[in-house]
């Protein structure tokens, strides 16, 4: 008989380079043992997916990359268990999945990744806390709850506002991942061009 325990934990939105991402990668290894560890770091661009076993194989390659990406997955397996980190959803968030025969193993793994989210988070991580979808569909139904209780005391200008505030929650949600990225890895921070290097340059100092 074999038992199994999992653990899924939220992380708040970050953003870190390579070098930061390896250190993680090389904290979270070091929690497997002398056990053989197959691992890889998946990166999902809009018409390209590659697959990398680790970061070094990804700094060979920055040619054929952006210069951050938002979408990503990195595995490991071994010995029986299992860890998964995730980000890239539109409506969830950056999260890490733990399998092993060991609770108190689930929970070292799930700290380490929760602490680095915590040491890179971005200004806007409380934002994407904000259930969307949920938000929206109280909104939506939010006029069958007042509107027989308020109907003679509702002004115009108050259905101006619900329906502004339904339409801002729908383009945030649908823009969210771009504009408040779940979890952003950073491949060349300088980028090609002068005015690529002004944004990330900026960027780096006012966020980082």
Not at 37 to 66: A, G, T
Request: with cysteine; charged share 20%; hydrophobic share 40%.
């Amino acid at each position: 008989m074999r038992r199994s325990t999992e653990r899924v934990e939220k992380l708040l939105s970050f953003r870190c380079d390579l070098d930061q991402i390896e250190t993680l990668i090389n904290q979270i290894r070091g929690q497997f043992g002398d056990v053989k560890i197959y691992s890889s770091i998946d990166i999902d661009l809009k018409r390209e997916k590659y697959d990398f076993e680790d970061v070094s194989e990804i700094k060979s390659n920055l040619e054929k990359l952006p210069t951050q990406v938002t979408t990503f997955s990195i595995h490991f397996r071994g010995g029986g268990r299992t860890c998964y980190i995730r980000a890239g959803g539109i409506f969830s968030p950056a999260q890490i999945s733990v399998n092993s025969d060991s609770e108190a193993w689930n929970a070292g793994i799930t700290e380490i990744c929760k602490d680095f989210s915590l040491r890179h988070r971005r200004w806007y991580y409380l934002i994407n806390k904000v259930p969307l979808f949920w938000t929206g569909f109280f909104m939506l139904y939010l006029p069958i709850i007042i509107l027989p209780i308020f109907i003679k005391k509702i002004s115009i200008y108050v259905a101006y506002g619900w329906v502004l505030a339904l339409i801002s929650i729908g383009m945030l949600a649908l823009a969210r991942k771009y504009v408040f990225p779940v979890a952003t890895i950073i491949f060349n921070l300088f980028g090609d061009s002068m005015c690529q290097k002004y944004l990330y340059l900026s960027q780096y100092y006012l966020y980082y």
